[in-house]
């Protein structure tokens, strides 16, 4: 057994994740594990896993939880019971928490140096993130991880500091770097980066450094650096300090170096607002027509309140960063704007293109350095060689000159830092990359600039085919513009074939685009032109780290647009972590987006992903992803159907594949949430699956799926899905399976009153459980056949069929099953006009599921008791079980539910001769049905509800 707490929690017995380890219980697992050898007593417990919201049984579900633990640990690991409470039996080196102590505190007594760095590094190695990720415990959060966190931190500036006393001065930048960004506000990591960057012979980019930790503090605490910093401080003046040049190194020119703005312009009126707005320039209308990211806009004619300032007023530096996707149009929006506020900088206009995404490596910053200061007038011989110098001269330079520097195509926040002026000039960036570091440390404004709305995308379109006579209907431009996916280089290409070619019109480039195998070919220009669209997605490509680019190919293998960071985890066979990692990656180069909390690839994009993986990847390695996908898929989704069925599904998946680790869900709001959010994709996993040959994992998902949609009335997905995952099953030859996927198709026919063709499929399906011994799935069937019978009029054959399944299943084991059919025997009894025996089998069924914490079949027994009470005359024991139904239907937000209950309590009203109360319930019935957009039953439909309102 080993127990990892130092990151994501891991408990992994003989390399393999224990299973059934979720919830309360692997947080019990952590807390015990961290007081190994000794123990914890009830009320620590307690209190660790309920925090200030304890259960009133404390010590009851105290012991439930750890008799749950002991189960899982079985037979390796015990949990003894001790007087002070309970203790974990286990070495502690198997803790990887209390190794990391003991580690740290071997290292402390170590008196040679080498001996202490290795200790260090050991512990250190043990580390893997953030403490207790996935568990859920305010007492780990408060108290533990924070202990952690800075004995973590501790250590490792205590192994810098070995480092820079042996004199690894470069060993230690990278992780410095990335430290000093996850905890910006730690002094104590800032002085080390600082000495690190002195001794390397960095002393400029030190300083540089200091200056923004300067004013983070004073922003974010109101306070100065320590004096340890302040001292350093002054030591890197000393060697830094620059010298002005003299007028005579200079000439007082304004340069204009601004490339020609844009032909046409359509749309961003929001982005150039934006950048009004940020850089407090007025820059005049923001309008403007024709292309799809130029200019055409009027240009301004004021100078705003930008000339009230003054030489003893300093401006402070404005930087601007516009971020978005190959072919999206920052530069000719960065162009057209600059251009519409070039007359606010009197000083001059710098342009510079630095080459971050293209053919060839990205410029340099000593080369882009050299350019600029050249663009300002300085000699060469008076530009010093390379480096810091560069930086402090241009900075020289424009201290009193008001100039508009314009850095296009930046490949990252490292490539343009040392360019940034001193105050008083604007500096305005685009890049594929969000850069999230300048945003941070120099405080750059962002303005992420997306893809065309459709309106803007017909407008371009429109204005580009007028002056060529080229007629085009509002579909036709809407449908083009789709096709583009509203990509403004990809409507510019597709613009120019139209034009190009007008006899052939709209439409014939519509139909090529549609039916072409490769329409990112369709809208190539040339090969090796930097306009055509495959040569700008492989500029975005081509930087990638490896991990990055893999991840980037293997979406192309998800079923549908967009998928969460577990599904791309098992796609790529990785950690929640690495994958998020990678993810980021590819939202921060606008290779991905990212609305909320899912992933998602732009239509022209994915297209792109999917040549690669069919270049790049075997064969193989592309199925063995797709089989992790759809395997995370399959036991996600069974998961989820357990906690909103709570019981244990016929089907037993068994383990996961390697590099797969399914979710678990907590409670049923937890499982209803996630398919609510994943329904499109599961449907969608089920038919990739059948169309990819694995049927296995086609039907898992169809049947994991079936309460969700039998809980939405999504009546048309569940029937589909489950006649496709049926004949998925028979391809398998999983007899179990086609018994389990034939019930479902069974109950589907019932939705759609299909009788006859329900009766052959749960008939067969019992015939398959019955010939493979499976009583527990042979009760089940019956218990459907005792709707069917009921619904069919047999009412005799409903009664004999659910006693059937009560009398095989035992209601100890299967309570929720047992108690289904006590419901359903009820429902039966009422149709035959026995409300006595109805009400006494739905009160069990009522107990049965509230024992067991089965609340919308609870909700459903409550309705048929009150219905029972209902006809034998007792309307306010009625209406007291319809209104806890409706209490609890609304609780778990089952709409359907919930409709049932309010026209139920309208009947029940009526009844009483309550009309108006009646009709207050009737309309809210309605008015769920029509919000929810729910299909209507002979029962309850909202021409019936709109019946007895009006009569």
């Known amino acids: 057994m080993e127990i990892r707490l130092l990151g994501p929690f891991e408990a992994l017995r003989d390399d393999e994740p224990l299973p059934g380890l979720t919830g309360r219980v692997r947080t019990l697992l952590a807390v015990l594990a961290l007081a190994v050898p000794d123990s914890v007593s009830v009320d620590a417990i307690g209190q660790r896993l309920w925090g200030d919201d304890p259960p ?23 949990v003894d019971t001790t007087p002070g409470g309970y203790a974990l039996r286990v070495d502690p080196q198997q803790v990887d928490a209390l190794a990391f102590t003991q580690l740290l505190e071997q290292a402390a007594q170590a008196t040679d140096p080498a001996a202490e760095r290795d200790l260090l590094t050991a512990a250190l190695d043990l580390w893997r993130g953030e403490p207790f990720g996935g568990i859920r415990s305010d007492w780990l959060e408060r108290e533990q991880a924070p202990r952690l966190t800075e004995a973590y931190l501790s250590a490792t500036e205590r192994r810098i500091d070995l480092d820079l006393a042996a004199g690894r001065h470069d060993v230690v930048l990278p992780p410095l770097r990335e430290l000093t960004a996850k905890h910006p506000l730690r002094e104590s990591l800032w002085l080390r980066l600082l000495t690190a960057l002195s001794r390397s012979g960095r002393p400029a980019e030190a300083l540089t450094l200091y200056d923004e930790l300067r004013r983070r503090l004073a922003d974010e605490l109101g306070v100065d650096p320590e004096a340890e910093l302040r001292g350093l401080h002054a030591e890197l003046l000393e060697a830094t300090e620059p010298k002005r040049p003299t007028q005579a190194t200079t000439t007082r020119s304004a340069p204009r170096q ?3 703005a844009p032909a046409r312009f359509t749309g961003r009126t929001a982005a150039l607002n934006r950048l009004d707005t940020l850089s407090g320039i007025s820059s005049g209308s923001a309008g403007g027509s024709g292309s799809p ?27 601007l960063a516009v971020h978005g996707q190959g072919g999206v149009g920052k530069t000719s929006l960065a162009l057209h704007w600059a251009h519409r506020v070039a007359d606010q900088f009197p000083d001059g206009q710098l342009y510079l293109n630095l080459q971050g995404y293209g053919p060839g490596d990205p410029m340099d910053p000593d080369t882009a350095l050299d350019l600029l200061l050249r663009g300002l007038g300085v000699s060469g011989n008076q530009i010093p060689e390379r480096g810091p110098a560069r930086t402090a001269m241009l900075r020289t330079v424009l201290a009193d000159r008001r100039v508009l520097l314009l850095l296009d195509n930046a490949r990252d926040a490292e490539q343009v830092r040392p360019l940034l002026p001193g105050s008083g000039c604007l500096v305005l960036i685009t890049s594929r990359s969000q850069l999230r570091s300048l945003a941070a440390r120099e405080g750059a404004h962002r303005v992420a600039l997306d893809r065309f709305g459709a309106d803007d995308a017909a407008a371009y379109l429109t204005a580009t085919f007028e002056p060529h006579h080229v007629q085009a209907s509002a579909t036709e431009i809407a449908e083009l513009s789709e096709l583009c996916g509203h990509l403004p280089l990809a409507l510019a290409i597709a613009a120019e074939r139209v034009t190009r070619e007008p006899a052939a019109g709209v439409r014939a480039l519509i139909t090529e685009l549609r039916d072409h195998p490769d329409r990112l070919g369709v809208l190539d220009v040339d090969e090796d032109d930097d306009g055509a669209l495959r040569v700008v997605f492989d500029w975005s490509y081509r930087v990638l780290a490896p991990p990055h680019a893999r991840m980037f190919r293997l979406l192309a293998l998800q079923p549908a647009q967009d998928l969460g960071l577990g599904a791309a985890a098992a796609l790529a066979g990785t950690s929640e972590h690495e994958a998020a990692r990678c993810l980021d990656g590819l939202t921060s180069a606008h ?9 998602q690839l732009h239509d022209l994009l994915r297209l792109y992903s999917n040549t690669l993986i069919q270049q790049t990847e075997e064969p193989v390695e592309r199925e063995a992803a797709r089989a992790r996908l759809l395997d995370w898929y399959a036991h996600t989704a069974r998961s989820g159907k357990a906690m909103l069925e709570r019981s244990q599904p016929l089907l037993d998946f068994g383990s996961p594949l390697p590099g797969v680790t399914p979710l678990t869900f907590e409670d049923t709001p937890a499982a209803a949430g996630w398919f609510t959010s994943e329904r499109h994709v599961l449907i969608a996993a089920v038919h990739d699956a059948v169309r990819h040959g694995h049927d296995q994992a086609a039907y898992r998902i169809a049947f994991g799926l079936w309460p969700y949609l039998i809980y939405l009335r999504a009546l048309d997905d569940l029937f589909e899905l489950q006649r496709v995952g049926l004949e998925a099953a028979r391809r398998t030859g999983d007899l179990l399976g086609e018994a389990a996927l034939a019930q479902g198709l069974g109950m589907a026919f019932i939705q759609q009153n299909d009788y006859q063709k329900s009766s052959e499929q749960l008939t067969h399906s019992l015939k398959l459980f019955d010939s493979i011994g499976h009583a527990r799935g042979s009760a089940g069937v019956l218990t459907d056949l005792g709707r069917l019978f009921r619904y069919s009029g047999d009412l005799k054959a409903s009664v004999q069929s659910h006693l059937q399944a009560i009398e095989a299943l035992d209601p100890n084991d299967e309570p929720v099953e047992t108690a289904r059919n006590l419901a359903n025997l009820a429902e039966t009894y009422l149709s035959d006009g026995r409300p006595e025996e109805a009400a006494e089998a739905a009160a069990r069924a009522v107990h049965l599921n509230r024992a067991s914490g089965e609340r919308r079949a609870e909700a459903f027994a409550l309705n048929t008791l009150a219905t029972a009470h209902l006809s034998r005359g007792d309307h306010a024991t009625a209406v007291g079980h319809y209104q806890e139904s409706l209490a609890i239907s609304q609780a778990l937000s089952d709409r359907w539910a919930e409709a049932r209950a309010e026209a139920n309590l309208g009947d029940a009203f009526q009844q009483s001769a309550n009309l108006p109360q009646a009709r207050t319930h009737w309309r809210r019935a309605l008015d769920i049905l029509t919000q929810a957009n729910l299909p209507g039953t002979p029962a309850l439909n909202r021409e019936k509800l709109q019946a007895l309102l009006t009569s």
């Open 56 to 78: 009133a049984n404390l010590r009851p579900s105290v012991h439930t939880s750890i008799a749950r633990l002991r189960t899982l640990l079985a037979p390796n690991v015990s």
């Open 258 to 260: 601004l490339p020609p």
């Open 293 to 319: 990211d130029g200019s055409g806009g009027a240009r301004s004619t004021g100078r705003g309140s930008d000339t009230a300032h003054s030489s003893a007023d300093p401006r402070p530096l404005a930087i």
């Open 591 to 599: 290779l991905l987006e990212q609305p909320g909390h899912r992933y």
